[in-house]
Each structure stands twice: as structure tokens, then as C-alpha cells.
């Protein structure tokens, strides 16, 4: 059974950093490109980073460009999402997802950007 | 950016009609596009992809079409389990998501 389980989110301040974890099982994670995306409280999905399956393509959304650092390790199937410099407007539900049509979700893990 | 365009942002209809969904690309997106459905406190699950292709375990009764700029996402009789939220979503250039529509039940 594929599973894909968030960690790593909570409460920050602003300009703090937080690292996201995402742990997939149940499918050869090395195989495949891998998402984040998140959801603002009430609001509508928005695509945040992509990586390849070897890890060497990397793409961001604008709001994040400079400050988010994506990044995985096959060996440990697992995925990570580096936050850096947050924002209040960063807040949301971050979810990771597989492949090149996020055919599955994690649970989402819930980051709080506030003082 | 390619910006999606859901219409309408709210359907109301009844379990047994028929529902159509679109969503409308700036520019082309060939047929990179897929369809998301998401209920309340849940992930989003994948629907459509490919613009016409049903997912693995995905009812018939959804259905996908278009290509370029302009999609369709149907429901052919509405079970009572498919009202949520539905996004569209690209993979032509980067990603990016429609806002949303919200079907509900009349």
C-alpha cells in the first residue's frame, strides 16, 4: 500500500525556519518525481516545489523561489522541504505528493507562521 | 505563470443529475491537465489525468475532456459521495492549480 506521512510542521515566528519531512512506503520511491503543495486555511491548492526522481531537477513556485529548499534522499525514502525566512502568508497544510500527476497524498502536516 | 480558471466557483445540484465541470487554461497547456477532488479535512485525490484519463479505482461516471486551453470535468449522475471541492491543475509549465469549484448538494 503506497503511504506518503508528513512530519515536521507547528508553530514558528516570523523569519524562522522549519524543515518538513515527508516518508513514503509501499512503491520504489526512487522512481519517482515528487511534489510539495500546500493549502492556506480555507483556501485553494498551490503547487510549492517539484523534484526530480534522481533529485538533479528542481523547481519552485515564485512565492517560495530563494527561501524554501527542496530536496530527498532514495536511500531513506524520503522527501524534505527546508523553510527558511517565513512568513505569516506561509501558513497552510503542506502536503507531499508522487509523481508527475500526484497521483497520491499524504495526510498533510500544519505549519503556523505567527508571533 | 499559466493561470487556470475554474467556472463556476459554486454548482448546486442533486444526487442522480449530471455535473460539468471546466476549467480554462491562459495559454496552452496541451493535455497536461488533471482534475482533483477533496472533501472536507482530507487530501485532494487524483481524478483525471492527462486531460481524458481516469485514475486507478476512479468511478466511470467521472469522465475528462479538452485540450489546449479549455477542459471539461463530468459527472454523469451525481452520487451523493462526489460533492466536495474539485481543482484542475497543469504540469505543461511548472504547476499550477485552478481555484477551485465547490460542488453542493441542492
Known amino acids: 500500500e503506497v503511504q506518503l506521512v508528513e512530519s515536521g510542521g507547528g508553530l514558528v515566528q516570523p523569519g524562522g525556519s522549519l524543515r518538513l519531512s515527508c516518508a513514503a512506503s509501499g512503491f520504489t520511491f526512487s522512481s519517482y518525481s515528487m511534489n510539495w503543495v500546500r493549502q492556506a486555511p480555507g483556501k485553494g491548492l498551490e503547487w510549492v516545489s517539484y523534484?526530480?526522481?534522481?533529485?538533479?531537477?528542481?523547481y519552485y513556485a515564485d512565492s517560495v523561489k530563494g527561501r524554501f529548499t527542496m530536496s530527498r534522499d532514495n536511500a531513506k525514502n524520503s522527501l524534505y522541504l527546508q523553510m527558511n525566512s517565513l512568513r505569516a502568508e506561509d501558513t497552510a497544510v503542506y502536503y507531499c505528493a508522487r509523481g508527475e500527476d500526484c497521483d497520491f497524498w499524504g495526510q498533510g502536516t500544519l505549519v503556523t507562521v505567527s508571533s | 505563470e499559466i493561470v487556470l480558471t475554474q467556472s463556476p466557483a459554486t454548482l448546486s445540484l442533486s444526487p442522480g443529475e449530471r455535473a460539468t465541470l471546466s476549467c480554462r487554461a491562459s495559454q496552452s497547456v496541451r493535455s497536461y491537465l488533471a482534475w482533483y477532488q477533496q472533501k472536507p479535512g482530507q487530501a485532494p485525490r487524483l481524478l483525471i489525468y492527462?486531460?481524458?484519463n481516469r485514475a486507478t479505482g476512479i468511478p466511470a461516471r467521472f469522465s475528462g475532456s479538452g485540450s489546449g486551453t479549455d477542459f471539461t470535468l463530468t459527472i454523469s449522475s451525481l452520487e451523493p459521495e462526489d460533492f466536495a471541492v474539485y481543482y484542475c491543475?497543469?504540469?505543461?509549465?511548472?504547476?499550477?492549480f485552478g481555484q477551485g469549484t465547490k460542488l453542493e448538494i441542492k
Open positions: 491543475q497543469q504540469r505543461s509549465n511548472w504547476r499550477t
Open positions: 523534484i526530480s526522481s534522481s533529485g538533479t531537477a528542481i
Open positions: 492527462d486531460a481524458s
